[in-house]
């Protein structure tokens, strides 16, 4: 299990310098009149990498705001991430050592000490001394098998997950599951073929900064083909604010993390009482031609249509030279269209192979370079 994506902030006690130029200040009125005190915030910066790779910050006054893909950064992809909430902040950390070089004052994600509470309660939090999660996404992958991810995932479409419905994408790579008012405002489940998501989202990307011949390339579609060689498909819960919230998982440093072990567990045991099987059908004319029958498409489609005639009932007149060549390919197959069609045993289709699907669980090959952080965790 690893992470790719972490939403975080931190209030701190020195004002944030104003990354791109760009600022706004925030005055109160008062009957009349604008009160002192206002504090220097900034719009949201998007920091680009070397790879196609980003994060947004936002500096409001004292507290920052940071979310990104931290097992992206610095790579072309995240088929294998992060394992830990605390190397992902290491990493967000090391580019905001990078982003604030030049100025006097560099932030860095702390662990929490304390939790803060509404003055008069001794249950409501409204924040803490350290780095406040306010999104996850957890990750898992698994195989099932080249060639079997669109069956793979339609079957398990059909299983609901905590109360929600499940939604089979429309090019049948994913499945994702939301409320019955499409709503997903504490988990969001999905589970998606992970090569057909990284020829869409990043393969033209990749190419057009780097070059279709450049080494960035090669090594991602060698990800690519190695997914769709296994079948490889991709768990992923979104965790949204109030779901962390609600199971005490947003203070860095003070929450056990160890729950989303269990979560994603629950998660990836969807499958456990569902039986799929890949199955692999011929029609007529495609038996006609992979058999060696007809030699042309053309001629496996002309026979073929006997077929289909006589299972409506059609007699054919035998003597006709034309018949007797197609009876005599169909005869092959096991159509014999001289006697009357029995539809009860007739099909138009014959199942040629049929595999039961297996999913497990899969581990980095030796050639792929994991992630790395340079450790420096702040207490």
Same mark, same amino acid.
């Given at each position: 299990m690893f992470f790719d994506w972490l939403g975080i902030e931190q209030t701190f006690d020195t004002p944030l310098p104003v990354l791109d130029g760009n600022a706004y200040i925030r005055v109160v009125v008062e009957q009349g009149e604008i009160t002192e005190g206002g504090s220097l915030a900034s719009p949201a910066f998007s920091h680009r990498g070397s790879f196609c790779d980003s994060v947004l910050i936002r500096a409001s006054g004292h507290c920052l705001v940071m979310s990104g893909n931290p097992s992206r950064w610095g790579r072309v992809e995240n088929l294998w991430g992060l394992r830990s909430i605390d190397l992902?902040?290491?990493?967000?950390?090391?580019? $905001?050592?990078? +982003? @604030?070089?030049?100025?006097?004052?560099? %932030?860095? *994600?702390?662990?929490?000490? #304390?939790? *803060? @509470?509404?003055?008069?309660?001794?249950?409501?939090?409204?924040?803490?001394?350290?780095?406040?999660?306010?999104?996850? &996404?957890?990750?898992?992958?698994?195989?099932?098998?080249?060639?079997? =991810?669109?069956?793979?995932?339609?079957?398990?479409? #059909?299983? %609901? @997950? #905590?109360?929600s419905v499940p939604n089979l994408f429309t090019n049948g790579f994913g499945v994702d599951w939301k409320s019955k008012k499409g709503n997903a405002s504490l988990i969001y %489940?999905?589970? @998606?073929?992970?090569?057909?998501?990284?020829?869409?989202?990043?393969?033209?990307?990749? +190419?057009?900064?780097?070059? %279709?011949? !450049?080494? =960035?390339? =090669?090594?991602?579609?060698? /990800?690519?083909? $190695?997914?769709?060689?296994?079948?490889? /498909?991709?768990?992923?819960?979104?965790?949204?604010?109030?779901?962390?919230? #609600?199971?005490?998982?947003?203070?860095?440093?003070? !929450?056990?993390?160890?729950?989303? &072990?269990?979560?994603?567990? =629950?998660?990836?045991?969807?499958?456990?009482?569902? !039986? /799929?099987?890949?199955?692999?059908?011929?029609?007529?004319?495609?038996?006609?031609?992979s058999s060696g029958i007809v030699d042309s498409t053309r001629a496996a489609n002309t026979t073929a249509m006997y077929a289909y005639q006589w299972m409506h009932g059609q007699e054919f007149d035998l003597n006709k030279s034309q018949t007797k060549t197609h009876r005599a390919r169909l005869r092959k197959i096991g159509i014999d269209i001289a006697r009357p069609c029995n539809v009860s045993q007739f099909s138009p289709i014959k199942m040629v192979s049929c595999t039961e699907i297996h999913r497990q669980e899969i581990m980095p090959p030796s050639w792929y370079q994991l992630p790395s952080t340079g450790l420096r965790l702040v207490g």
């Amino acid at each position: 299990m690893f992470f790719d994506w972490l939403g975080i902030e931190q209030t701190f006690d020195t004002p944030l310098p104003v990354l791109d130029g760009n600022a706004y200040i925030r005055v109160v009125v008062e009957q009349g009149e604008i009160t002192e005190g206002g504090s220097l915030a900034s719009p949201a910066f998007s920091h680009r990498g070397s790879f196609c790779d980003s994060v947004l910050i936002r500096a409001s006054g004292h507290c920052l705001v940071m979310s990104g893909n931290p097992s992206r950064w610095g790579r072309v992809e995240n088929l294998w991430g992060l394992r830990s909430i605390d190397l992902c902040v290491e990493k967000f950390n090391e580019i $905001l050592r990078e +982003i @604030y070089a030049d100025f006097d004052f560099i %932030p860095q *994600f702390t662990k929490c000490t #304390r939790v *803060f @509470y509404e003055d008069g309660s001794a249950m409501k939090h409204i924040g803490a001394d350290g780095a406040i999660i306010k999104e996850l &996404h957890v990750t898992k992958n698994f195989t099932v098998g080249a060639g079997n =991810e669109r069956k793979y995932l339609s079957a398990i479409s #059909r299983l %609901p @997950y #905590r109360n929600s419905v499940p939604n089979l994408f429309t090019n049948g790579f994913g499945v994702d599951w939301k409320s019955k008012k499409g709503n997903a405002s504490l988990i969001y %489940p999905c589970i @998606y073929a992970k090569a057909n998501e990284l020829e869409l989202h990043s393969l033209d990307k990749i +190419i057009k900064t780097f070059g %279709p011949e !450049s080494d =960035e390339v =090669e090594h991602l579609k060698r /990800v690519i083909d $190695l997914c769709w060689a296994v079948g490889l /498909v991709r768990y992923e819960l979104k965790l949204k604010y109030r779901y962390l919230q #609600r199971n005490g998982l947003t203070y860095w440093g003070m !929450s056990d993390f160890a729950k989303l &072990h269990l979560l994603m567990d =629950e998660f990836t045991d969807l499958d456990k009482t569902l !039986s /799929v099987s890949n199955m692999t059908f011929e029609t007529i004319s495609q038996q006609l031609y992979s058999s060696g029958i007809v030699d042309s498409t053309r001629a496996a489609n002309t026979t073929a249509m006997y077929a289909y005639q006589w299972m409506h009932g059609q007699e054919f007149d035998l003597n006709k030279s034309q018949t007797k060549t197609h009876r005599a390919r169909l005869r092959k197959i096991g159509i014999d269209i001289a006697r009357p069609c029995n539809v009860s045993q007739f099909s138009p289709i014959k199942m040629v192979s049929c595999t039961e699907i297996h999913r497990q669980e899969i581990m980095p090959p030796s050639w792929y370079q994991l992630p790395s952080t340079g450790l420096r965790l702040v207490g």
